[in-house]
């Protein structure tokens, strides 16, 4: 297998420190893995999630660190605003994933429509209930435990849970 | 003590610095709610929304230490300027006041930044267009909470009712700020870089509009008084706010974690 192919592999190992149910390849921040012609240093293109996301320097030592030690050093990272990471990039795995670990994933998002200014927003079915799969839930707070995430209550199991924000 | 650095006064690095301030000095009165709202959900959209405002702010000041030259990080352009040299909008660093007036606060400039950070996306400069990509997807989030909050408090009880007109009238002194262009926005606009912000005015009162109306609040006149924190010259507040920010890389330079 070659090295590109297997730092692939490495990276479906390192976990999002903030939900560990995640990899970095399921959250869609993996833009891409390129190795010189010359078989030098590996480059590790990451595109971060949010501006202030304390987890990001966390994750791309986590990178490193993995490739490392999978002997495919040495490599580097390199962050990539353009085009901005969407939640759209969680691949369907990783949904899945974030399901069984109690967290609603996001919906899809339309970054183009016109922005409501109040209260919920109505353009998005709410989430199903990761617990008992009612769609009869409310928000109770856009923000959560971590930038990434909104924290909702299923009123047919009376469950609270999170839901990662479709942006 | 660490000494000041002093920032390259071209137009362009201001422009930048406009921006990468009013994110970074609201963030910081943000986080001052941690541990304070009034309910935990608060407390952490507070926080939420400071994080994402200095992390805007941290792009931003790399770039603009990148535009300028001089060789300075984001940190050193965090901690080691004088009040002159903060450009930021003067609401921002205004004391956190009430619940009342920090969400008509960042509902008013949530919105400005929603609308500056929309017309970014096709700066010629593909950095400052990238930060703006990201940043506006944050600052609908925070427009929306902010929004939601002043329907509930204007149609709400006498009492919030009271504490959010009063809010409005205090914070809408500083409007004018925003939309009043200077060399530094024709400098900008000239070369491509972005937006005069008198140009976003009209789709910004659009907003308010909207969400006054829908709280049953009366938008106030506006001012003759003139804020000029984005000139470098600021109120009463600044001094305070660098001081608690500044201390400890003045006192121990260059200190890490």
Redesign the interface.
């Known amino acids: 297998m070659g090295r590109i192919r297997k730092a692939w592999a490495v990276l479906d190992t390192v976990l999002d420190p903030e939900v560990p149910a995640l990899s970095v390849r399921d959250l869609g921040i993996v833009r891409d893995v390129i190795e010189p012609a010359d078989g030098g240093e590996l480059e590790i293109v990451l595109t971060?999630t949010?501006?202030?996301?304390?987890a990001t320097e966390v994750i791309e030592q986590g990178v490193l660190e993995a490739i490392a030690l999978a002997g495919l050093g040495p490599a580097r990272v390199r962050l990539q605003?353009?085009?901005?990471?969407?939640s759209d990039w969680i691949s369907e795995e990783g949904r899945r994933k974030l399901r069984d670990y109690g967290i609603a994933p996001p919906g899809g998002t339309a970054?183009d429509a016109a922005?409501?200014?109040?209260?919920v927003?109505r353009r998005e079915a709410p989430p199903a209930c990761p617990r008992c799969s009612s769609s009869d839930t409310e928000r109770?707070?856009?923000?959560?435990?971590t930038?990434c995430k909104a924290?909702y209550r299923c009123r047919a199991c009376r469950e609270p849970f999170e839901h990662f924000?479709p942006? | 003590m660490q000494p000041s650095i002093r920032v390259d006064p071209d137009p362009a690095v201001q422009y930048v610095l406009r921006i990468g301030d009013t994110c970074l000095i609201l963030g910081q009165r943000l986080g001052e709610w941690c541990g304070h709202a009034p309910v935990l959900?608060?407390d952490?959209?507070m926080a939420?929304?400071?994080?994402?405002?200095?992390?805007?702010a941290?792009?931003l000041l790399t770039h603009a230490g990148q535009m300028s030259g001089q060789g300075y990080d984001e940190d050193q352009l965090a901690f080691l300027r004088d009040e002159r040299d903060y450009r930021n909008l003067t609401l921002v660093e205004l004391p956190r006041g009430d619940f009342a007036f920090t969400v008509v606060r960042n509902a008013m400039v949530a919105g400005f930044l929603?609308h500056l950070w929309a017309a970014l996306q096709s700066s010629n400069d593909?950095?400052l267009?990238?930060?703006a990509?990201?940043?506006i997807?944050?600052a609908?989030?925070h427009?929306?909470?902010a929004?939601?909050w002043i329907?509930r408090l204007g149609d709400g009880t006498d009492e919030s009712r009271r504490r959010t007109e009063a809010a409005l009238a205090a914070a809408w002194l500083y409007m004018p700020e925003f939309f009043d262009s200077d060399a530094v926005d024709d400098a900008a606009a000239d070369m491509g870089l972005g937006p005069r912000w008198a140009d976003l005015r009209a789709a910004w009162l659009a907003?308010m509009t909207?969400?006054l109306d829908?709280a049953g609040l009366a938008m106030p006149a506006e001012a003759a008084f003139r804020s000029t924190g984005k000139r470098g010259v600021h109120s009463e507040h600044m001094g305070y706010v660098l001081t608690e920010m500044q201390y400890l890389q003045r006192a121990y330079p260059g200190g890490v974690w």
């Open positions: 971060p949010y501006s202030g996301c304390p605003r353009a085009p901005a990471w969407t970054p922005v409501p200014l109040r209260f927003d109770l707070s856009a923000f959560g435990s930038a924290l924000k942006i | 959900e608060e952490i959209a939420n929304m400071a994080l994402d405002l200095v992390g805007q941290r792009a929603r593909a950095e267009a990238a930060i990509g990201k940043a997807k944050e609908r989030y427009q929306q909470h929004a939601d329907v907003d909207a969400i829908e």
